[in-house]
């Protein structure tokens, strides 16, 4: 297309070439989307941040069918809460994008809820079905299912999370 198309922009005494506009849009949309993909591969933190946050969670549910008295649960789960808080704390730190929060939608708290009831719901029910076994036996099942299925809706979830950042650029209002 070898015509030079130049339009005064609407409210602007500033011609516009539309071609040279196109290409100053696309120049923008390629980082942005680097963006999102940084975004993307960061936001469950990797494989590392996935297992270690299971191991622990393993640990601490194995550790409950230890017939521990009232104080050791107690600070079994202030150790396990602080461990992964500092998890968190590591994982902010390093991770090279951080999202403003007018881009957290109703998607992250959905997400969070719903790791939160299915996680929470495998935890109660294979605790009540392995009541009958010995404890630690009943323990090992329970946290074993439990971190089963934390890793198989991390990985799921977040990439349905983080998907609708896509959605919401300069890329889709281009498209308007």
């Avoid at 960061?42 to 590392?48: D, E, I, L």
């Amino acid at each position: 297309m070898d015509v030079d198309v130049e339009r005064e922009a609407v409210g602007v005494g500033t011609p516009v070439n539309a071609e040279q506009a196109w290409q100053d849009l696309q120049r923008i949309r390629v980082p942005q989307e680097r963006v999102y993909d940084e975004v993307e591969r960061s936001a469950s933190g990797g494989p590392r941040a996935t297992y270690g946050t299971a191991a622990l969670m393993w640990l601490f549910l194995a550790a409950q069918g230890l017939d521990l008295p009232p104080w050791g649960v107690a600070l079994a789960a202030v150790a396990y809460l602080s461990l992964l808080a500092w998890m968190v704390v590591t994982h902010t730190n390093r991770s090279r994008v951080r999202l403003h929060h007018s881009r957290y939608d109703w998607r992250s708290l959905a997400t969070f809820a719903g790791g939160a009831v299915l996680v929470g719901g495998t935890t109660v029910l294979t605790g009540w079905l392995a009541e009958p076994l010995e404890p630690l036996a009943g323990s090992m099942i329970q946290a074993t299912a439990a971190v089963a299925v934390f890793v198989l809706f991390v990985g799921p979830a977040t990439r349905w999370s983080t998907g609708a950042l896509r959605g919401r650029g300069a890329g889709a209002e281009a498209g308007r």
